[in-house]
């Protein structure tokens, strides 16, 4: 069975400072990865993705993840928070089959 | 590249009417379109996967005859909530695919306000 978990329900930073959102997935393909951003009463617009190519992927609005298998994790990150940046956040994993799992979401808040 | 849209994106109406929803992929050929529909602050929940041509695939606890879905081409599927009633309220988001291993690319959403 195919689960993707995103660590942390809430996370907030201030501005200019790092972020680190979390993802753990379970998938007994090797899987493809993403990351999507949700701003209010918007659709997803993806941020990244991983497709067996790099390992450390990197993505618009300065967002890089990084697959590691060993720890079956692709966290998000960022070096310095922007307030734009304030959304919820969601993990994706695609099986070989081209079925999409989601994350439960991660809503970032930034404070000024 | 890569553009889905969604049309429209906000619709209020009176209960007993029928609502169509349209996903539109701009650049591309979607093999596969979803519909998803999302509840206040929580994840997207997989309505229906449709292939062009084919009938859709319904999700346990969708009711097809209630959410209609015609994937007609490769760059359009709808969605028709017929007999809409108050509890159909949602934001209903669609995202169309090229293939299998490739990302969803999202519509905008549709806000639906049933009175």
Not at chain 1, 14 to 32: A, F
Not at chain 2, 35 to 45: A, G, H, N, T, V
Not at chain 2, 57 to 62: F, P
Request: net charge neutral.
């Amino acid at each position: 069975a195919q689960s993707v978990t995103q660590l942390d329900s809430h996370v907030s930073v201030s501005e200019g400072t790092p972020v680190l959102l979390r993802c753990n997935y379970s998938s007994s393909y090797s899987p493809s990865l993403f990351w999507y951003v949700q701003h209010p009463n918007k659709g997803l617009q993806l941020l990244l993705k991983y497709t067996s190519a790099a390992t450390l992927v990197k993505g618009i609005n300065g967002f890089e993840a990084e697959f590691k298998k060993s720890e079956t994790s692709f966290h998000l990150t960022k070096p310095s928070a922007h307030m734009s940046d304030a959304a919820e956040y969601f993990c994706v994993c695609n099986t070989n089959a081209g079925k999409s799992t989601f994350g439960d979401g991660t809503t970032l808040t930034v404070k000024p | 590249g890569a553009v889905v849209s969604q049309h429209p994106s906000w619709v209020i109406c009176k209960s007993g009417t029928s609502v169509k929803i349209e996903c539109r992929s701009l650049d591309f050929q979607a093999t596969t379109m979803f519909w998803y529909r999302q509840f206040p602050k929580q994840s997207l929940m997989l309505m229906a996967t449709s292939n062009e041509g084919s009938k859709a695939t319904y999700e346990q606890g969708v009711e097809k005859d209630k959410f209609l879905i015609n994937h007609a081409s490769l760059t359009l599927s709808t969605l028709t909530v017929t007999s809409a009633h108050p509890e159909d309220s949602s934001f209903y988001i669609c995202s169309a695919r090229a293939q299998g291993n490739q990302p969803q690319h999202f519509g905008d959403g549709t806000r639906l306000s049933i009175l």
